[in-house]
């Protein structure tokens, strides 16, 4: 079984097999684990919300939640183990995070977030009711598929800092000169949303197959920590759609 996240593959599952544990891994469990930590990350973007919305500097709290959830997500992708008690923690400081690049981008496009946040809600349940029904089906040629194209754009999401790192700027992958958005750029940032969306579908596999091989009650919370993960980026992702759009 594979998948494009990197959190959630199937080497996951090989570094457990064949422990004894008493209790095993659920997809109730690991679905109520994500909600906890959505509630988790919910929590902390309010916080950092309200503290940018009322003049405070939100800005360490912004690079202080990105860097710091870098260092849990690594962690917890290279020591499942430990997810009962890093997954939490990668929830709040990802709140941090997002809650004052969230603040920042409705100054400037006001009610924007909260339409992200929508969409970002309604394509999960989406993709869990094609999931679930069968329409769609992780089947290994859509896994291949989704891994080589997510694995192309994390490139290209590289090269992109690379390139700004010395001042530069991709084309279509920024904004122009004037500040707007072309129609070349929003259409790569519409198929990053869509594999965005495709990752889902792999992570409901990826938990579902857990919960057969039994995997141990821990790899709930990293089942989950991988599912928040992929909702983060899909957030991100839809953030930029909409701020082209409002740009065009």
């Known amino acids: 079984m594979r998948t494009a996240n990197p959190a ?10 064949g422990m004894v544990d008493s209790t095993v891994m659920t997809v109730q469990g690991a679905v109520l ?10 929590g902390a973007a309010v916080y950092t919300w309200h503290l940018a919305k009322t003049g405070g ?8 939640g990105m860097l710091g959830g870098l260092v849990l997500a690594l962690i917890t992708i290279f020591a499942p183990k430990a997810s009962p008690f890093t997954s939490p ?8 995070f ?6 920042y981008y409705d100054a400037r496009f006001p009610g924007l977030p909260i339409q992200a946040v929508c969409l970002t809600f309604c394509t999960l ?11 769609i089906r992780a089947t290994p040629a859509f896994r291949r598929g989704i891994m080589a194209a997510t694995f192309g754009i994390m490139l290209i999401y590289l090269l992109t800092f690379v390139v700004r ?22 259409g790569f ?8 969306a495709m990752n889902l579908v792999l992570d409901f596999d990826f938990i579902e197959e857990g919960a057969k091989r039994r995997a141990p009650k821990y790899m709930e919370w990293y089942a989950a920590f991988g599912l928040l993960v992929t909702l983060v980026w899909l957030y991100l992702e839809l953030l930029r759609l909409l701020s082209r759009l409002q740009r065009r």
């Open 125 to 135: 349940f989406a993709m869990l009711l094609l999931y679930t029904t069968g329409v």
């Open 33 to 42: 684990k994500t909600g906890f930590l959505t509630i988790l990350l919910g």
């Open 89 to 96: 923690l990668y929830a709040i400081a990802e709140g941090f």
């Open 8 to 17: 959630l593959n199937s080497r996951a599952f090989g570094r457990v097999e």
């Open 189 to 196: 940032n519409l198929f990053v949303v869509v594999i965005a």
């Open 165 to 186: 790192m010395f001042g530069g700027e991709l084309p279509y992958i920024g904004v122009n000169s004037e500040g707007g958005a072309d129609w070349i750029g929003i």
């Open 57 to 64: 500097n939100a800005m360490p709290w912004l690079w202080g």
């Open 98 to 103: 997002l809650g004052a690049l969230s603040a």
